[in-house]
């Protein structure tokens, strides 16, 4: 009987369940639903852990009949998942409150507070006191949310990321884990000892009892047990935060591997092996991985919002009806000069690495009376690539060696034009791979080592180049990067 690995990739906006085959280690499909985002306030975002689950579990039931597929043919699960995003439930895994999700910035005022306390928690964490991770929010929940206050006096609360909400549910409640690459965003787990702080528990007044048991990221995470879609007894055996699983996808499994991912928001992550580098231009300081006793570091930067720009283009203006038809209205544009004074700020909740404001807001500068529907969809994609250059230049500064190329992977690499213009901007050389779906790729792969049938190095014989972009000498590029540096320092 074929075999094959089941991955699901639980994204900011939907569920992606994926599959490849176990033997030739080939992708065969996937299927995505998304789910609504949910804004009760200004600076406020949130999921309803329910909408999560059930995309979970169509995504699954769809991708198997879609490939006449019976779960006994399902060899092991892999678990990738956006990582901030921070749930509260009770130990029937009943949702107790709107999952609080990464992008969401209702612990500013805490953090700005607090702030006298940030190179103590960027030593002990590699991350800064922000809205971003997930102890200010738990903490949030713990002092306002009726429902969770009530749970932890009973002592039936969990607090977690996404990937133990997960577990949990596949696992029919019988395993409550999670891993040092997801840990490692919640301001709560120490560097060194890939566990839990004491000190920082104190800090932000969360009780151990609440959170789930950190193990490595290639281990035996439990078996599904009581679904509807799913055969019991199938083995998870991998779980990696999205970023990590993106890198681990591009075979980015050693020191100095590099890549950028595209999505919602866009990250880009350096391999540090087992050196923990600490940034001297706003980056973080995670973990890839750990294995075998051993942690894998690497750097982080991190833009809040990427592709999330097109969906606001699309659902709050209306001037696309998808995603890709923003590569086919930028490049309506012929003539640069017509973008000269137009600069797109895509800083909708706030603005992470290198420069972390959280207060920073969104702004279109520059409109004129001839401005149109095609200026803005190429300002649009000159501003992420323009976000995204911060963090690459802060990156190429703080590495311990040269950076001569970029991969990149996720949705939004497949615009040509975007990729382009990011080539350009950061003056280097942008690589696109075959399989773009390198996190939902990536932790089937891990499922596969946590099986142990494969190993690393197998990685770099499956991962294979598409097409690559060349930077283009233009003074519209040196002319809009000018204007972006002294938007940005009038910020500050």
Same mark, same amino acid.
């Given at each position: ?8 990739d639980?994204?900011?906006?939907? %569920? ?5 085959d ?12 998304? #789910?609504?985002?949910? =804004?009760?306030?200004? $600076? ?37 998942? !956006?990582?901030?995003? *921070?749930?509260?439930?009770?130990? $029937? ?18 953090c ?29 929940? +713990? /002092? ?14 969990h607090?977690?990321?996404i ?6 549910k ?13 840990? $490692?965003?919640? +301001? ?21 009892? #609440?959170?789930?048991?950190?193990i490595?990221?290639?281990?035996? #995470?439990?078996? %599904? ?11 998870i ?6 970023? /990590? ?19 919602t928001?866009? #990250?880009?992550?350096l ?7 600490y940034?001297?231009?706003?980056l ?9 006793? /051993? ?7 991190s833009?809040?919002?990427a592709?999330?720009?097109v ?33 797109f700020?895509?800083?909708? %909740?706030g ?16 409109? *004129?009376?001839?401005?149109?529907? /095609? ?5 649009c ?9 911060? $963090?690459? !230049? ?56 946590g ?9 770099d ?12 000498k ?17 910020? =500050?």
């Open positions: 009987m074929k075999k094959f690995i089941l991955s699901l639980q994204g900011t906006t939907g %569920t992606t369940s994926l599959l490849i176990a033997e030739s280690l080939q992708l065969v499909d996937k299927v995505n639903i998304e #789910f609504p985002q949910i =804004f009760p306030k200004p $600076s406020w975002v949130e999921h309803n852990l329910n909408d999560i689950w059930k995309t979970v579990e169509n995504s699954i039931i769809k991708l198997l009949q879609k490939n006449n597929i019976t779960s006994d043919q399902i060899k092991s699960i892999g678990i990738t998942n !956006q990582r901030e995003t *921070t749930c509260a439930y009770d130990k $029937s895994g009943e949702p107790l409150a709107n999952a609080i999700v990464w992008q969401d910035r209702r612990t500013s005022t805490y700005h507070e607090n702030s006298k306390n940030y190179q103590k928690l960027q030593l002990k964490t590699g991350l800064p006191l922000d809205p971003y991770f997930s102890g200010t929010k738990m903490r949030w929940l +713990l /002092q306002n949310n009726e429902q969770v206050i009530q749970a932890a006096k009973n002592n039936n609360l607090l977690s990321t990937d133990t909400f997960l577990l949990f596949l696992t029919g409640g019988n395993s409550f884990f999670t891993e040092p690459s997801n840990a $490692s965003r919640t +301001l709560l787990m120490d560097l060194d000892t890939c566990q839990w702080s004491d000190d920082l528990l104190n800090f932000f007044e969360i009780g151990s009892k #609440f959170l789930p048991k950190i490595e990221s290639f281990d035996n #995470f439990g078996q %599904t047990q009581g679904l509807s879609f799913l055969n019991d007894n199938i083995p055996t991998c779980i990696l935060g999205d970023q /990590q699983a993106a890198l681990f996808g591009q075979a980015g499994y050693k020191n100095g591997d590099l890549k950028c991912t595209y999505g928001g866009a #990250f880009i992550l391999n540090t092996g087992a050196e923990k580098i940034s001297s231009n706003g973080l300081t995670t973990v890839a991985y750990k294995k075998d006793g /051993q942690a894998c570091y690497a750097l982080e930067g833009c809040y919002i592709g999330a720009a969906q606001w283009l699309r659902d709050n203006l209306n001037i696309i009806e998808s995603g890709p038809e923003v590569e086919v209205l930028a490049n309506k544009v012929n003539d640069l000069t017509e973008m000269e004074h137009l600069l700020m895509p800083f909708f %909740t603005i992470g690495s290198p420069h972390w404001k959280a207060d920073a807001k969104g702004a279109l500068i520059g409109i *004129t009376r001839d401005t149109n529907k /095609q200026h803005i969809a190429r300002a994609l000159d501003g992420m690539a323009l976000s995204i250059n911060d $963090s690459i !230049q802060a990156l190429i500064a703080d590495a311990p060696s040269q950076v001569d190329s970029i991969k990149v992977d996720g949705g939004a690499c497949q615009n040509n034009l975007l990729m382009q213009i990011q080539a350009s901007f950061s003056n280097k050389k942008i690589i696109r791979p075959k399989v773009i779906e390198t996190t939902a790729y990536g932790v089937a792969l891990g499922s596969m080592i099986l142990g049938e494969i190993n690393f190095s197998d990685l014989n499956l991962w294979q180049e598409d097409k690559n972009f060349l930077p283009i233009h003074s519209y590029f040196d002319n809009k990067l000018a204007q972006w540096n002294q938007y940005i320092k009038k910020l =500050f």
